[in-house]
């Protein structure tokens, strides 16, 4: 099992410029939500999901959308990045309350 | 909203001595509890979870954590500290109907040789 796949690893975006972060599981988990981690701050809930065509918002979701299609994949899409969204990205995924999430190894975006 | 306070954003023990890493929750109904490992440069790894069953929770590598209700607490223990143990290292809370998952601000654990 792959677990929890995150594309890309890095990337830098100009202001303004617009980007969809891909998240992929493979364990046929329903809940699956994103994160940001910022440096003194923990990590902040952006967006979850329940199950495929189900979505809410967590903590932080201004600049943010997301989408949840098939039970698989849940994108997080930047609409107009701003300095502000310079951060680590973590997607994750948990089998349902019970239990923990499962992380990805997470996206390192740069917003110049 | 359920949320956490990790107390000390910093911790040095040296090797060899007792771990100690707190965690306070509020809520009025007892949630369920988590403890990450995070190493530099990758992803959440779960150390050991409360769900409503016995108080205290064995983890991986050592590590366990006790739910003290009365105390609103779920501290991180390891008796003796080794090197490999230097992390950061973050409690999490989600409420029951499993809806949202919070995480506290985090704890960095040095290991002094």
């Not at chain 1, 364990?27 to 952006?46: A, F």
């Not at chain 2, 990758?42 to 050991?48: E, N, R, S, T, V």
């Not at chain 2, 050592?62 to 209700?69: D, I, R, S, T």
Request: aromatic share 12%; net charge neutral.
């Amino acid at each position: 099992n792959a677990g929890v796949t995150q594309t890309p690893k890095f990337r830098v975006l100009k202001t303004g410029q617009s980007m969809t972060l891909q998240c992929a599981q493979d364990m046929n988990h329903e809940y699956m939500s994103w994160y940001r981690q910022d440096p003194g701050m923990g990590l902040r809930l952006i967006h979850y999901s329940v199950g495929a065509g189900i979505t809410d918002q967590g903590e932080v979701p201004n600049g943010y959308n997301v989408s949840r299609s098939t039970t698989e994949d849940f994108p997080l899409r930047l609409l107009s990045a701003a300095p502000s969204q310079t951060s680590v990205y973590f997607c994750a995924s948990r089998m349902n309350f019970n239990y923990g999430y499962t992380f990805g190894s997470g996206t390192r975006l740069t917003v110049v | 909203a359920q949320s956490v306070t990790q107390l000390g954003s910093h911790v040095s023990v040296s090797e060899g001595a007792l771990v100690l890493l707190r965690c306070n929750y509020s809520s009025s109904v007892p949630p369920y509890l988590f403890w990450y490992v995070q190493y530099p440069n990758q992803g959440l790894q779960l150390l050991l979870k409360y769900t409503s069953a016995a108080t205290l929770v064995k983890g991986i590598n050592g590590f366990e954590a006790e739910f003290k209700k009365s105390e609103t607490s779920f501290h991180l223990t390891k008796p003796s500290a080794h090197m490999s143990d230097a992390a950061e290292y973050f409690c999490a809370v989600s409420d029951l109907a499993g809806n949202q998952f919070y995480f506290g601000t985090g704890t960095s654990l040095t290991v002094i040789p």
